[in-house]
């Protein structure tokens, strides 16, 4: 099993969690749910889709990027903050 959230911005597509289960077949499950996701994004005009991933991602996040040549594209900062919290 395995499920997939993605959305479309003005200008990328955008795979935001790619869950799986952890056998080997549910890696084919999941190059099947982003390779959807893919086409989904290509019908609505996107030319690039992006998947991140971080050290403490799942490693078969890496690997489903592998399957479809995806490469490293510039990095992301993002800013937090505790709320309730005074400065």
Known sequence: MGALVAWAFPDRGWIKRVALG???ADLDVGAALVGGAFEVLARRGMTTAGLPV????????SDLGDRF????????????KPLGVSP
């Open 22 to 24: 952890r056998g080997p």
């Open 69 to 80: 040549a995806m490469t490293v594209g510039k990095t992301m900062a993002v800013m937090t």
């Open 54 to 61: 971080g050290r403490r991602d799942p490693a078969y996040l």
